[in-house]
Structure formats: C-alpha cells, structure tokens
C-alpha cells in the first residue's frame, strides 16, 4: 500500500475540523473589526463558544445591512461595449456538471404565501413583462463581470401569483441542489429579474438554464441559477453558503 493511500483514514478524520475551521473563517470574514472584539472574552479552544458569538455578530451584521438597504438605490448599469467576454462560470461544481434541463418540459413551482401556487413553464414566463439589464456581478471571492440579463420584474411575477409582500423572505429551490433566498424588499426592487436570457440568447447551462435570478444589488451568491421552485414565507429558508457561514444579506 502506497504512503497516500495509508494517509487517506488520517485525512477523512481531519474533515470535521476543516469543515469546522472553514465556516469560522467564513463568519468572521463578515464581521467589523468591533464585533471581533467581543470574541476577546472568549476562550478560542471553546469551539460551540466562539461559534454562538460568530453567528450572533453575523445576524447582527444581516439587521444592520438590512436597516441601511433603499429599495429606490439603482445598482450601476453599463454600456453593451463593457461586458466582460468570455463571462466566467462560478458555482460549487466544474462546467460540465452543470444540470441539463429539457426546457420543453420544464415547470416552475410556486408555493407558500401565495394566492395562485400553479407552476409555470418557460412559454408563460416569457409572455410576462420583460426587462433588460446589463449590470455587474461581484463574486464574494473577490472578482467581478458584467454581463447583460433579460428577463420577467421579479415584483411583476410575485404581482400574477398573488405574493403576500408584506412576508419577509422568498426562498429559492434549484436544480442542482443548490438553494438561497432574500428579503421581500429586495424580491420587489425594480431591478431584480428572474432572467431567461443572457446577451440576446436563452441562459446557457452554465449561466444557469433556464431560469436564474439576477439581483444586481446583492453578492454573486445571492443569485440562485436553475431554479426550480419559488415559496413566499415568514421564517428565513438561509440558503447553500449562507448556512456555512456567509451573512445572509449579503447586498447594499
């Protein structure tokens, strides 16, 4: 037996620990430089400790962000001669795993606070008002892409199934077992779409066939692709990373 594959039980016992170590990073990456002050009482060995404070100052950093959002701030737009090309792929697998999905049978569920929870296919989506943006997108890992998306008002949608608004959050379900959500007052904010079309074409796989919702006002993460189902609700559905640590908010 080679020393690697002697090492391999080793590794696996490692893996709750970096787990573990990775999502503190992933919190305190998020926290002001007085919130980590509060850690100082903490004893750093005291791993549910340190946690329960870390999680509590990143909720607390979700109000703050969310007292300061303005539903009427429009995120930048740019000229057509800015998009980046090619635009990068970014999700928590390679390209080629991305989910092939049969448009022509597709559906869209809908469910929870709502008047109207029958599905959608693509025909009826694209019957609805459309609209058109080319903003950027800013990755939480550091770098950025414009890109144009066209495609149905969010708030022109959650208007044709009847959405409660005055519900707090909407989450998303998607194809590729990936799942997030965002506050009501961001699902109404005039330039949150659900995007059909990337450039002048349907979304490509890779960007998130066929249905990806774009929020130019919150982090890349924000912005589920391949849904395949929206719910109105009251209590927080968290979301893929924001579950390991990212603040949930996450947006301007």
Request: hydrophobic share 35%; aromatic share 12%.
């Amino acid at each position: 037996m080679s020393d690697k594959k002697k090492d391999l039980p080793k590794n696996r016992e490692l893996q709750p620990e970096l787990v573990q170590l990775q999502r503190r990073l992933f919190l305190r990456s998020g926290l002001s430089l007085g919130a980590l002050s509060l850690l100082s009482g903490c004893n750093l060995q005291d791993g549910d400790q340190v946690d329960k404070v870390l999680w509590a100052m990143s909720r607390w950093n979700d109000r703050v962000q969310s007292m300061l959002f303005r539903p009427s701030h429009l995120a930048p737009t740019y000229p057509a001669s800015m998009i980046t090309k090619p635009f990068p792929f970014n999700a928590f697998y390679d390209a080629d795993s991305a989910p092939e999905i049969d448009g022509d049978t597709y559906k869209l569920e809908v469910s929870g606070l709502v008047r109207d929870k029958r599905s959608w296919n693509l025909a009826q989506l694209r019957a609805l008002p459309q609209a058109s943006q080319i903003t950027r997108h800013i990755c939480i890992e550091g770098w950025s892409a414009i890109g144009q998306w066209s495609g149905v008002p969010f708030r022109t949608f959650l208007a044709h199934v009847g959405a409660d608004t005055t519900a707090k959050y909407v989450g998303f379900k998607c194809a590729d077992r990936y799942y997030s959500s965002i506050d009501m007052a961001t699902a109404l904010h005039p330039q949150t779409i659900l995007a059909l079309d990337f450039g002048q074409e349907p979304l490509p796989t890779e960007y998130g066939y066929p249905l990806k919702l774009r929020v130019p006002t919150k982090l890349g993460f924000k912005n589920p692709k391949h849904i395949a189902a929206i719910f109105v609700t009251n209590e927080n559905p968290g979301g893929y990373w924001e579950d390991q640590g990212y603040n949930w908010f996450s947006g301007s």
